[in-house]
């Protein structure tokens, strides 16, 4: 019997432990940290060994294979011990798909990789086929391929593709990259890019890898690297031949055939950036030969991600806005440009190297006054403190809402969009998010 050992134990870990517990390996499963009671209880349900609060390498060290959970960086001395050992490491992702043959959609990329993989699950639910949705949303994938679907959309993550040897979607898409968790690459762009392109590296000219044809860090790397899979790029600028571009506000489809999907202006979600995300949904629908009623059906009924520009209440003609999964500054740079009212900004959290001058434009424009939410707000103050009037800090969610109520007046914004990570003062973005949502419901 093969000995299975996961490292970590939230969702992608205990998704893994139940699969390989199927599949008759023998399963340990370590956390450095607490493990959630919900978790133990399914591990103690399914009789699978666990500890949390402390590795026991012996029991480690002794694997056949080893499912890491993405959060784990691979410089840590205990992966360290495991590659010198030649045991394999990788990921959940990868352990999964080895037990399923079924038609794999996977989408990476800085920003907005939640709401197109939403979009792709919508659809292709409205056509009626048999789809689960997992990766870094939902439930896990390996929890999902026990109970084997026919089509999988798989939000991937640059740490989740790390962890790949065979991995291979039939169909991928990269909606953007900028610079993001270059602390987990060196500080080097280079290497976060390579890192998102390894979900076509298993691709064959069968398979499809859909990309923003308007990103020049996308289009440079593929100018310059061996890309085996049929290549279908969008484009919001131009017209593109075998691919997806915008004429006369159409969302138009070239690719075997010409099909006129549907105007943008009956899209449920705002900005151009959800233009781009339904060209990406719309692209994967036509290459699975969704019928374009159905796909632009469910483009005009999609109400988008919890924590992405989620509009929460207006009071006293304020409009308050939770967008707590920015946790970069390219994601920021998308929400205040869809701003069209003066704006209250709560910003920070863990800065992970961040360079704003790309959001300079629209401080000096949209922006009327700052809330720091962070620890360490030292370099939000260095970037913005002369730009604005009005710049505050606080540690507490509470206060920033109860800050922001009284600088906003009727007809402006609260926009809660941090372009950090969320560490250092919640669990993680979603947590964050539901902290605002309550805060602003008690005012």
């Not at 949303?137 to 798989?154: P, T």
């Not at 505050?392 to 809402?401: C, G, L």
Request: glycine residues 6%; proline residues 2%; aromatic residues 8%.
């Amino acid at each position: 019997m093969k000995r299975l050992v996961i490292l970590g134990g939230g969702e992608s870990g205990v998704g893994a432990a139940l699969l390989g517990k199927e599949k008759e390996y023998n399963v340990f499963l370590s956390d450095a940290g607490k493990i959630a009671k919900k978790y133990k209880d399914v591990l103690r349900h399914n009789e699978i060994e666990w500890e949390e609060e402390g590795h026991t390498e012996s029991k480690i060290l002794n694997a056949d294979v080893v499912v890491k959970s993405p959060g784990i960086p691979d410089g840590v001395p205990l992966i360290q011990k495991l590659h010198k050992a030649t045991i394999s490491v990788i990921s959940e992702i990868e352990f999964a798909a080895a037990f399923t043959t079924a038609n794999i959609i996977g989408i990476t990329g800085s920003n907005g990789k939640t709401t197109t993989t939403l979009m792709v699950h919508q659809i292709l639910k409205q056509a009626g086929l048999d789809v689960a949705i997992g990766g870094n949303i939902g439930e896990s994938f390996a929890k999902q391929v026990l109970n084997s679907n026919a089509n999988y959309v798989l939000e991937l993550s640059s740490f989740q593709l790390d962890g790949i040897e065979k991995f291979r979607p039939h169909i991928a898409i990269i909606t953007n990259i900028t610079p993001d968790h270059l602390d987990r690459y060196d500080y080097k762009f280079v290497n976060y890019i390579a890192s998102k392109f390894r979900i076509a590296m298993n691709q064959t000219s069968d398979d499809y890898l859909i990309y923003d044809a308007d990103d020049e860090v996308i289009v440079s790397y593929i100018n310059t690297h061996p890309i085996q899979s049929t290549l279908v790029p969008f484009s919001l600028r131009r017209k593109v031949t075998n691919g997806t571009y915008l004429e006369q506000n159409n969302i138009i489809i070239e690719f075997n055939n010409r099909d006129i999907i549907m105007p943008t202006t009956n899209l449920a979600l705002e900005g151009k950036h959800n233009i781009k995300n339904a060209m990406a949904a719309s692209t994967v629908a036509h290459l699975l030969k969704i019928r374009k009623a159905t796909i632009r059906e469910s483009l005009e009924g999609f109400q988008g991600a919890e924590h992405r520009l989620e509009q929460v209440l207006t009071i006293n003609k304020v409009q308050y806005i939770n967008d707590s999964k920015a946790t970069n500054v390219n994601a920021t740079y998308y929400a205040l440009e869809s701003m069209n009212t003066p704006t209250v900004w709560i910003v920070g959290g863990v800065d992970k190297g961040n360079d704003y001058k790309a959001l300079f434009p629209f401080i000096n424009e949209k922006v009327k006054a700052i809330i720091c939410l962070g620890k360490d707000n030292e370099a939000l103050f260095d970037a913005f403190g002369n730009m604005v009037e009005n710049i505050i800090e606080t540690q507490y969610m509470s206060e920033a809402v109860k800050i922001a109520y009284k600088i906003a007046t009727a007809g402006e914004s609260v926009l809660l969009s941090p372009a950090c990570a969320s560490f250092d003062l919640f669990e993680n973005y979603e947590d964050r998010g539901h902290q605002f949502k309550a805060a602003v419901r008690q005012l």
